[in-house]
């Protein structure tokens, strides 16, 4: 089929531009961040610049090299169409603020120092949350005795099965970076559980985990801030409860921004996920320790609920929890306090500072609310 001279001198236009665009200056990160009383999608910058995305991008179009392009209304709308041509804009975004030197005394008004704007969730709100449940052979019967915890690593190395997920609520439970953990009124064993969260950037079903990383967009620090205080005793069942365990408000921090996959490299290979109370490290562990990869657990996932762009997939947590702690240094149990101030860390990706605050006391209540966990362990 022969071409048009005008498509062949559009084609010779269009094509040098996109083939710069994926050449960038310096690597990025992603957010979402309250600048001027409402919450927008930023670029993040050395991990201190703050970029806003649309003035960026009308700056940007001013140049009639540049095509108008109409940009993300959100977070979950830049990571579904990133691959569909967004990203090649961020891209030249970037290359534009670095290549100009826009980032140091010739800074434009639409780049902020970090401390000057308000940090949210990345995504507001992600549709929803796969968590992995004991996927870390250091968190396998953590509370045993040392011989205990030999024999059930043991067993499960031999006999791994197939991931434990469950769905952990988002929009009340998911919180962005500084924003207080509240501890719920008569609940006292709040947990701790650093945990990388893989975002998906494109629907996957029935995806292997030899293809599952071509469906991620980027990664962030999650916290699965977990309920020890199980449920009362009577009315229906009587095993582990999982809402009670992981659904309460603000027990999901996330952040404090994405990096797109590209940026960070494969976390089966490099990952480095820690846990700090104040100055104490309690949580450190690589992806070596895991029983499931990454990939699996996307395997798994998508082999029973589509994931769609949004969704977050948690790698699960290491040893280093409360209880765990407890058993290793014959100890009472030390559960999060108020007043305390968690910090979660994966290498090449940020930290998440978390403040610890105690719930109000709830009122006019007619006794059908989760009761205190006093009332029904005594001082267990």
């Known amino acids: 089929m022969r071409r048009s001279p005008v498509l062949a001198v559009l084609l010779m236009l269009v094509t040098p531009l996109l083939g710069s665009a994926q050449e960038i200056s310096e690597p990025f990160k992603v957010g979402t961040f309250e600048i001027d009383g409402r919450a927008q999608v930023a670029i993040v910058l050395r991990d201190q610049l703050i970029v806003e995305l649309d003035a960026a991008n009308l700056a940007l179009e001013r140049n009639l090299a540049y095509p108008t392009i109409p940009l993300a209304a959100d977070m979950l709308d830049l990571i579904g169409r990133y691959e569909y041509g967004l990203k090649y804009r961020l891209y030249e975004i970037v290359n534009d603020l670095v290549n100009n030197d826009l980032l140091g005394q010739n800074r434009p008004d639409y780049v902020h120092e970090l401390s000057e704007v308000r940090t949210l969730p990345p995504i507001l709100y992600p549709g929803k949350i796969l968590n992995a449940a004991v996927n870390f052979y250091s968190h396998v019967n953590e509370a045993g005795t040392p011989e205990e915890q030999v024999e059930a690593r043991r067993e499960r190395r031999e006999n791994r099965g197939v991931p434990y997920l469950f769905l952990k609520p988002s929009r009340g439970a998911v919180i962005g970076d500084g924003a207080d953990i509240v501890i719920p009124y008569g609940r006292d064993r709040t947990d701790w559980e650093v945990e990388l969260g893989a975002v998906i950037g494109r629907a996957a079903k029935y995806v292997s985990a030899t293809e599952a990383e071509n469906y991620v967009f980027g990664y962030m620090v999650t916290i699965d801030v977990s309920d020890r205080g199980g449920r009362p005793p009577g009315g229906f069942g009587s095993g582990s409860d999982w809402f009670v365990g992981k659904g309460h408000d603000t027990f999901a ?128």
Request: hydrophobic share 40%; charged share 15%; aromatic share 6%.
């Open 253 to 380: 921090p996330q952040g404090p921004w994405i990096v797109p996959k590209e940026f960070y490299g494969n976390p089966m290979e490099i990952l480095r996920q820690t846990l700090r109370l104040g100055d104490e490290t309690v949580q450190e562990a690589s992806a070596g320790d895991m029983i499931h990869s990454l990939w699996e657990l996307i395997e798994y996932g998508s082999s029973i609920i589509t994931l769609f762009p949004g969704d977050v997939v948690n790698n699960g947590t290491s040893g280093g929890t409360a209880a765990g702690i407890a058993n290793q240094r014959n100890q009472a149990v030390r559960y999060l306090q108020p007043g305390q101030v968690v910090e979660a860390t994966i290498d090449g990706i940020g930290t998440l500072r978390m403040p610890v605050v105690a719930g109000e006391v709830p009122a006019g209540l007619t006794g059908a609310e989760l009761p205190a966990v006093r009332s029904y362990r005594g001082n267990r």
